[in-house]
């Protein structure tokens, strides 16, 4: 096996839109760099990229177009490139997420991921070397959990694989976990990855590696909320120390080959028609009564102005993508895209109990919340979903059905 890593540091020089948290005004400083982050994997039948960037979302027609680059520049099969992102609410507005409430797309730095991904992805694959890997997972405990229940489902486990040269000397992790990385809030200004940009860059000064692959997991409804003291650049630092003591503790028992690789993809699309799903006019209509009368209170006025803003974008075609790997006969790696509650992934997690399996969110087009059809109107979440009940269950299922296709 050959594995070939890069990190490149895209950190705007000068005052941006941050994206994340609505209309606020431009950076004025720097917590953390912004980036993107690398890694090739390649055997003698197979291959395998990932691309991981510092942003809030990816965009469906950028994530198309990126992959046809891709495909074009390496002449790697668009279903073995894997295009994600860590969701940090303190990257650059590289994309929009609705236009209503977010500023303006910084559209030259946009435009420059072009040439900034497909730079990272010709140095890794031109820096391979010979190499070993090792899996690896700890559960990470009383940092972060269910933010709407705090015995809730949630995934605290942190997945890692370990590359080391022939020497047994550390080249680079790939790591997961599942949180939202949310600490900071919307009064801070500066750039940074948040709780995963942090725990990458100081797990790489203890790991004495160059490059770490970070990738966020199902954390639709997981963050530090219930656990944390206040969003500030002090807690960020207080958070990310005790969640990196527990992830250094753990130890990589199985060796990876990647001597077999079979991979799947799935795809499904879904029209959201705002005036036609119940549940989302229903409430519109309640919750805009209540508003006329002035009995809304703060948290209620909060989800309508996010009802408003699903029904300005309707009707909207929304597209789906997941892309499944199967490693060695014991590991699955499989991507998903949006905002994944919790019991989605361990959905897939527990169809497949003799695998160990990592999941990549995050990953293609940012499609919204991914919310359990029973949990429609408990929560924030299925207000500001544009999906209607009942489809992420079925999209889950065809994941299953897809990946037990490949074992």
């Given at each position: 096996?050959?594995?070939?890593?890069?990190?490149?540091?895209?950190?705007?020089?000068?005052?941006?839109?941050?994206?994340?948290?609505?209309?606020?005004?431009?950076?004025?400083?720097?917590?953390?760099?912004?980036?993107?982050?690398?890694?090739?994997?390649?055997?003698?039948?197979?291959?395998?990229?990932?691309?991981?960037?510092?942003?809030?979302?990816?965009?469906?027609?950028?994530?198309?177009?990126?992959?046809?680059?891709?495909?074009?520049?390496?002449?790697?099969?668009?279903?073995?490139?894997?295009?994600?992102?860590?969701?940090?609410?303190?990257?650059?507005?590289?994309?929009?997420?609705?236009?209503?409430?977010?500023?303006?797309?910084?559209?030259?730095?946009?435009?420059?991921?072009?040439?900034?991904?497909?730079?990272?992805?010709?140095?890794?694959?031109?820096?391979?070397?010979?190499?070993?890997?090792?899996?690896?997972?700890?559960?990470?405990?009383?940092?972060?959990?269910?933010?709407?229940?705090?015995?809730?489902?949630?995934?605290?486990?942190?997945?890692?694989?370990?590359?080391?040269?022939?020497?047994?000397?550390?080249?680079?992790?790939?790591?997961?976990?599942?949180?939202?990385?949310?600490?900071?809030?919307?009064?801070?200004?500066?750039?940074?990855?948040?709780?995963?940009?942090?725990?990458?860059?100081?797990?790489?000064?203890?790991?004495?590696?160059?490059?770490?692959?970070?990738?966020?997991?199902?954390c639709g409804d997981v963050s530090t909320r219930l656990y944390r003291n206040d969003a500030t650049s002090d807690e960020l630092t207080v958070v990310s120390e005790a969640?990196?003591?527990?992830?250094?503790?753990?130890?990589?028992?199985?060796?990876?080959?990647?001597?077999?690789?079979?991979?799947?993809?799935?795809?499904?699309?879904?029209?959201?028609?705002?005036?036609?799903?119940?549940?989302?006019?229903?409430?519109?209509?309640?919750?805009?009564?209540?508003?006329?009368?002035?009995?809304?209170?703060?948290?209620?006025?909060?989800?309508?102005?996010?009802?408003?803003?699903?029904?300005?974008?309707?009707?909207?075609?929304?597209?789906?993508?997941?892309?499944?790997?199967?490693?060695?006969?014991?590991?699955?790696?499989?991507?998903?895209?949006?905002?994944?509650?919790?019991?989605?992934?361990?959905?897939?997690?527990?169809?497949?109990?003799?695998?160990?399996?990592?999941?990549?969110?995050?990953?293609?087009?940012?499609?919204?919340?991914?919310?359990?059809?029973?949990?429609?109107?408990?929560?924030?979440?299925?207000?500001?979903?544009?999906?209607?009940?009942?489809?992420?269950?079925?999209?889950?299922?065809?994941?299953?059905?897809?990946?037990?296709?490949?074992?």
């Amino acid at each position: 096996m050959k594995v070939g890593f890069n990190k490149l540091d895209i950190t705007p020089k000068t005052p941006v839109s941050m994206s994340g948290y609505g209309i606020r005004p431009k950076s004025n400083g720097v917590l953390d760099p912004i980036e993107i982050n690398t890694i090739f994997i390649q055997n003698d039948t197979a291959v395998l990229l990932i691309i991981v960037l510092d942003s809030l979302i990816l965009e469906d027609q950028f994530v198309q177009d990126m992959r046809a680059k891709l495909c074009a520049q390496t002449q790697i099969s668009d279903n073995n490139i894997l295009l994600s992102c860590i969701h940090t609410h303190a990257a650059p507005t590289f994309f929009q997420i609705l236009k209503s409430y977010e500023d303006e797309v910084e559209g030259e730095l946009r435009e420059k991921l072009f040439d900034q991904m497909a730079f990272s992805a010709d140095c890794a694959i031109k820096g391979t070397v010979e190499a070993t890997a090792h899996f690896g997972k700890r559960k990470i405990e009383g940092c972060y959990g269910n933010r709407n229940d705090i015995n809730g489902p949630a995934d605290k486990y942190y997945y890692e694989i370990q590359f080391c040269d022939l020497c047994n000397k550390p080249i680079g992790k790939l790591s997961n976990i599942s949180v939202h990385p949310t600490i900071l809030h919307a009064d801070n200004l500066k750039l940074s990855g948040d709780l995963i940009g942090r725990l990458r860059h100081r797990l790489k000064a203890v790991s004495d590696v160059e490059t770490i692959v970070f990738t966020n997991g199902v954390c639709g409804d997981v963050s530090t909320r219930l656990y944390r003291n206040d969003a500030t650049s002090d807690e960020l630092t207080v958070v990310s120390e005790a969640v990196l003591t527990q992830i250094t503790q753990t130890t990589h028992p199985s060796e990876v080959t990647f001597e077999t690789f079979r991979n799947g993809h799935i795809e499904m699309t879904h029209t959201f028609n705002f005036e036609e799903e119940p549940f989302h006019y229903s409430e519109w209509q309640r919750l805009s009564e209540k508003g006329k009368a002035g009995m809304l209170n703060q948290y209620e006025g909060y989800l309508l102005d996010k009802l408003n803003a699903q029904k300005e974008v309707s009707p909207l075609t929304v597209h789906f993508e997941s892309r499944h790997f199967v490693i060695d006969d014991r590991l699955i790696i499989c991507t998903l895209p949006g905002d994944m509650n919790s019991v989605f992934g361990f959905s897939i997690k527990e169809a497949f109990p003799n695998y160990e399996v990592i999941l990549i969110g995050y990953s293609d087009a940012f499609v919204g919340y991914f919310v359990e059809e029973a949990e429609y109107g408990k929560h924030f979440e299925s207000y500001n979903s544009r999906i209607a009940p009942g489809v992420a269950e079925k999209f889950i299922e065809s994941v299953k059905g897809s990946i037990r296709c490949i074992l």
